[in-house]
């Protein structure tokens, strides 16, 4: 009976612990909005303080900044290749890269033996931004080294695999349907 009782009293115990971490990754998904922008805020007073005067008219959203960023760091990058890399639909960075031109921070080109097929390059303007975001990254990762320094072998290889396999269950989260949370169909939407 007390072996019985012990193993219920640990089921509940982990339960309880699962319960927990549910409610502070909910909490960090929050937090995320909130680092949005505040990385926003950061990028612009940094456009202040610097006195980047041909950026300080031109607004530009995080998601911007990161199809930028995007657009610098891969070889040839089209809608496609953007969309994977940032895990936005096709229609979205498609928007995004419209409003990019539009303020002159990024041209859209074909090459001559495929017409068919958009690519984008960086104009000086957008340069300007991915120099001026990535400095915001590193300044991040500087605070991230510093949190994971205090960290054992085992505790980092556990954070990579929790990490890992968070961004696994968002990423099959948001490629599926949107009516779709976790594997868990709304009924509500389904019926017709």
Same mark, same amino acid.
């Given at each position: 009976?007390? *072996? ?12 309880? &612990?699962?319960? /927990? ?6 909490? =960090? ?16 007073? /940094?456009? #202040? ?5 041909? #950026? ?22 089209? %809608?496609?290749?953007?969309?994977? &890399?940032?895990? /936005? ?10 409003? #990019? ?7 859209? @080109?074909? =090459? ?6 958009? @690519?984008?390059?960086?104009?000086? #303007? ?8 990535? %400095? ?9 080294? &510093? ?8 505790? *980092? $290889?556990?954070?990579?695999?929790? =990490? $890992?396999?968070? %961004?696994? $269950?968002?990423?099959? %989260? ?13 009924? $509500?939407? &389904?019926?017709?």
């Amino acid at each position: 009976m007390t *072996l019985c009782k012990s193993w219920v009293d640990s089921m509940q115990n982990r339960e309880r &612990k699962v319960q /927990i971490l549910i409610s502070e990754l909910e909490i =960090l998904m929050y937090h995320f909005n909130d680092l949005e922008d505040y990385e926003k805020q950061n990028l612009e007073n /940094i456009v #202040l303080e610097q006195g980047h005067a041909e #950026l300080h008219n031109i607004s530009i959203s995080l998601a911007e900044c990161h199809v930028i960023d995007c657009i610098e760091r891969n070889e040839m990058p089209n %809608t496609t290749t953007i969309a994977k &890399k940032l895990n /936005i639909t096709k229609g979205g960075i498609s928007k995004i890269t419209t409003k #990019l031109i539009k303020k002159n921070m990024i041209e859209a @080109y074909r =090459l001559t033996n495929n017409q068919k097929e958009i @690519y984008y390059r960086l104009k000086p #303007l957008g340069r300007k931004v991915f120099e001026l975001h990535e %400095t915001l990254h590193k300044e991040a990762e500087e605070v991230f080294k &510093k949190i994971f320094s205090a960290y054992s072998q085992s505790e *980092l $290889a556990f954070a990579s695999r929790f =990490l $890992a396999d968070i %961004t696994a $269950a968002i990423r099959t %989260t948001t490629d599926s349907k949107q009516d779709n949370f976790f594997g868990i169909e709304c009924v $509500a939407k &389904k019926k017709k």
